[in-house]
């Protein structure tokens, strides 16, 4: 196969058995890769019902068929698992080198079953791969994981050209925020870093020496270099603007927009958000890409404050947001610190963020007594996110109800309508009150509340009508992006370079794609995971907003006084997705998507 | 021609190592790149392969670049026996950097958008080992 490599690791944890699979060729196509095929194989291998931290559940590592291929973002990896969040099927899809090396060693996924009976990772040196005790790495963070696993590789050479996804102790602590770090790109959302600890998975190492062949040759070749030209021209891509702020452009522009959400989304703007060129001249030691990304918008920083020392990865828009913005706080020194904290414990920046503002809002108004708390958590106070961040990924004290996500502490003091949450997920750092659409993506995406699960299209923000139409749209084309192995940021986003896309994905692997077919197959993986979601349990009334998204109009900004009218575009959403008022796709969708099989398994 | 490094530019997005492993073996493969970007967490440099020898050498001697204590080895340009760089790594067969072929046409900077790799004109004093002063 061309694109793909057509080969399945099949690793079951309880056994202490791995093995390779072929990849059905027809499978591939129908489902693109990444997040699409992943969902499928959890799918058809795992009970919806099934707890997420069980050994039932199945976590999975794919990447995509332009993953490593030489396509430009074609860098990331998704892990796709049930969530313990949020209960729904989940896609968590980070960048850096780890993908690019799986596919280099020779697989397109990882699939993880059972639990491991003591601490374990894995490693894989092309065709050998081998479980390893972890005792040693228990407990520690993910930067010291990987610098101990690089140790005992004993070869700096071949240390350097492996890469490491591992879980830190937020993992290990089953906290439902935590991630999955790989040299600090995050699969941050939905708490996969829990599963991968319910599994005793502390890592997984990977070195490939392998190649990858596209079927497209000079003619790819060409597509490419033709493609960086067209980013070394075009204003619209912006290469200069991404390189020299990376995200943090979308701090700038949410402030401008007043969508940055502020103290538990009561508010879409702050007053003390400090400009980005200061952002930039206070922490930034060097700007660095993923791999096969001419962008570099991961940010390599250093913290000058004394108060707050440390250097590492980020903020990066969420974070700086939702840690800064959305807890009242502005200081950058201190939001940066939380950051690191969150990557080297392993936790979710935005969820973290979305549970601290909850928490203070909750406190602020009286619902958490004084008993539960150790120090007073108000808006505003920068040492409390400080702490509190350190707290959930060790569940110490009231850090372990926070570790369970703001829909389950707001729930727990009588108050579920003050968190910020979409099927049980923090929403992320762009305010859906000033932009309709979003509201709508927000409301139906199947892993809960996401940042990057539609597009961005800021002319028509305010508009209602039409936008459903829009966000099916996008919600598709983004379910591409993410199966292909690209990255959001580019190919989606502001720019969604629909034309683009499809030439690298048919050009690499030279099975046909067209743009019917291509968005066929978003529409088909949406579909697949929404069938699994109703089967878990999900209902027509769980695709709603926060009800302060719906009421509450927002304070502050551009946007001051607007709401989300998601009840006037609901029905026609899901009339235009061929559901029916609940939510249920029709047998004549499923028909026309090839999921027939699927259906009869819809309980 | 000399292809000059400005290694304070470099991200690491390593699309020079992608695209000089398609043009010499038609299959996308760093490890059969002839060029490689040593990566560390706030520095990269690209280091083109140079010749092959024989035998390794002797001086393990530590360079500073950037203020920072780099073991030489590792930005060596040779393909020695000490290290398994700059190989094929099913063959060991060395790897070197031809330009790409004859008119010279390296595919590595055509794919540099950062401005780390860039065509120059041979200027003698300049350049040592293809690394640019950076002050």
């Not at chain 2, 930005?75 to 290290?83: E, F, I, L, M, Q």
Request: glycine content about 10%; aromatic content about 8%.
């Amino acid at each position: 196969m061309d694109g793909w490599v057509g080969r399945v690791l099949r690793v079951n944890l309880t056994e202490g058995d791995c093995f390779v699979e072929d990849l059905d060729p027809d499978t591939a196509k129908a489902f693109i890769g990444g997040r699409g095929l992943a969902s499928k194989f959890l799918f058809d291998e795992v009970d919806p019902k099934i707890d997420p931290l069980s050994p039932e559940n199945k976590l999975i590592f794919a990447t995509g068929p332009l993953t490593g291929s030489g396509a430009i973002t074609g860098c990331r990896y998704m892990v796709v698992t049930k969530s313990p969040l949020t209960g729904c099927i989940t896609s968590s899809n980070a960048g850096g080198y780890f993908g690019p090396a799986l596919k280099f060693a020779g697989y397109d996924l990882i699939i993880f079953e059972g639990r491991a009976p003591e601490p374990a990772y894995l490693s894989i040196m092309d065709d050998d791969v081998e479980i390893k005790p972890a005792q040693h790495l228990w407990g520690k963070s993910t930067p010291e994981t990987e610098e101990i696993i690089r140790l005992e590789l004993d070869d700096p050479w071949k240390a350097r050209e492996t890469h490491i996804a591992s879980i830190g102790p937020a993992g290990e602590n089953l906290v439902k925020i935590a991630s999955i770090m790989h040299s600090g790109h995050a699969s941050g959302r939905s708490g996969t870093g829990a599963v991968m600890g319910s599994k005793n998975l502390k890592a997984v190492a990977v070195r490939g020496t392998k190649g990858i062949t596209v079927a497209g040759g000079e003619g790819f070749k060409e597509a490419i270099l033709a493609f960086l030209d067209e980013i070394k021209k075009s204003p619209r891509i912006g290469l200069e603007a991404r390189s020299t702020y990376g995200t943090w452009r979308i701090i700038a522009a949410m402030k401008n927009r007043g969508m940055l959400p502020t103290r538990n989304f009561q508010a879409g703007f702050l007053e003390g958000i400090p400009e980005i060129v200061d952002i930039r001249r206070e922490l930034l030691v060097k700007a660095t890409s993923c791999f096969a990304c001419p962008f570099g918008c991961r940010r390599q920083t250093r913290i000058t404050d004394p108060e707050f020392e440390g250097e590492g990865e980020g903020p990066e828009h969420e974070t700086y947001s939702q840690l800064g913005p959305c807890c009242g706080v502005t200081d950058l020194a201190a939001v940066t610190k939380a950051g690191y904290l969150c990557n080297e414990l392993g936790i979710d920046t935005i969820s973290a963020g979305g549970i601290i503002a909850c928490a203070m809002e909750l406190y602020e108004k009286g619902y958490i007594p004084q008993k539960d708390i150790p120090f007073p958590i108000r808006f505003g106070d920068k040492y409390a996110v400080v702490k509190l961040v350190q707290m959930i990924a060790k569940r110490e004290g009231i850090g372990d109800l926070l570790a369970e996500g703001s829909y389950r502490l707001a729930e727990h003091y009588g108050h579920p309508e003050i968190s910020m949450t979409v099927k049980k997920q923090e929403m992320p750092a762009l305010h859906p009150q000033g932009y309709q659409g979003l509201g709508l993506a927000y409301a139906t995406a199947n892993c809960g509340g996401c940042h990057t699960r539609s597009g961005l299209r800021f002319d028509k923000r305010f508009e209602v009508a039409g936008q459903a139409a829009l966000t099916k749209a996008d919600q598709e084309y983004i379910a591409v992006v993410d199966s292909s192995g690209l990255c959001w940021n580019i190919f989606g986003g502001l720019l969604m370079l629909e034309d683009e896309l499809l030439t690298e994905l048919e050009l690499a692997t030279g099975v046909g794609y067209t743009k019917e077919s291509m968005m066929l197959a978003g529409e088909r993986t949406f579909n697949l995971e929404r069938l699994f979601n109703l089967k878990a349990g999900v209902t027509a009334n769980d695709d709603t907003l926060p009800r302060r998204m719906l009421e509450e109009p927002v304070l502050k900004g551009e946007n001051e006084g607007q709401v989300v009218h998601l009840a006037q575009m609901l029905p026609e959403y899901y009339r235009l997705r061929g559901w029916d008022e609940n939510g249920i796709p029709t047998p004549e969708k499923l028909k026309q998507l090839g999921l027939v099989n699927e259906e009869a398994r819809v309980g | 021609m000399r292809i000059k490094i400005d290694h304070t530019k470099c991200t690491g997005c390593r699309l020079c190592e992608l695209a000089c492993s398609r043009q010499h073996t038609g299959s996308v493969n760093p490890q059969k790149s002839r060029i490689g970007v040593f990566i560390a967490e706030d520095f990269c440099l690209p280091i083109i392969a140079g010749p092959y020898t024989e035998a390794a050498c002797n001086s393990k001697g530590m360079i500073i670049i950037d203020g920072r204590e780099i073991d030489e080895c590792v930005v060596c340009r040779a393909s020695c026996p000490a290290k398994p760089v700059f190989k094929e790594p099913d063959t060991g067969i060395p790897l070197k950097c031809d330009f790409c072929g004859e008119p010279p046409d390296p595919q590595c900077v055509k794919v540099c958008l950062s401005g780390a790799l860039t065509v120059v004109e041979e200027e003698k004093g300049k350049l040592y080992h293809g690394i640019s002063s950076s002050t």
